[in-house]
């Protein structure tokens, strides 16, 4: 029995990540999900934020992950997203600019604005953030 699980991690123009595991962690719609070799089958939906794959060395890469669709099969993982960049690679200031930015929208709300819109881009931004602080935390120790 194998203690790794392939993980693919795609959007629709490139490969984000590919490489075997022994710990896959995202947040689905339902909740935070940790994923280990031999896991049920599962498919659900995720949403904005960071996504952790822990490489059989122990080392821990962080990607941040616009929301998307997670399949799970007993020796594949496979994360569809729209967009993910690695933790390491986020730009701090233009995620604080997105969030006061959507905030501003959804505190000015107009009749042409779209209100979903401007929640999603809080979401991702909020989701940034909180990629970028468990990243200098992890950092730190």
Do not use: W, Y
């Not at 947040?27 to 960071?50: D, N, Q, R, V």
């Not at 962080?62 to 929301?67: D, I, N, V």
Request: hydrophobic share 45%; charged share 25%; aromatic share 2%.
């Amino acid at each position: 029995m194998s203690n790794t699980i392939q993980c693919d991690i795609v959007s629709s123009n490139r490969e984000i990540f590919s490489g075997e595991v022994v710990l896959f962690i995202a947040t689905g719609t339902a909740g935070e999900l940790g994923i280990c070799p031999h896991h049920a089958p599962l498919i659900t939906t995720l949403k904005p934020g960071p996504m952790h794959v822990t490489v059989p060395d122990g080392e821990e890469i962080t990607f941040f992950a616009s929301g998307g669709i997670l399949e799970v099969m007993p020796h594949l993982i496979t994360v569809l997203v729209d967009n993910a960049i690695r933790a390491e690679d986020l730009d701090e200031a233009a995620a604080q600019q997105a969030r006061e930015e959507a905030e501003r929208q959804l505190r000015d709300r107009s009749a042409e604005m779209d209100l979903a819109a401007a929640e999603i881009k809080l979401m991702e931004s909020l989701a940034q953030l909180q990629a970028l602080e468990r990243l200098r935390k992890k950092i730190k120790h």
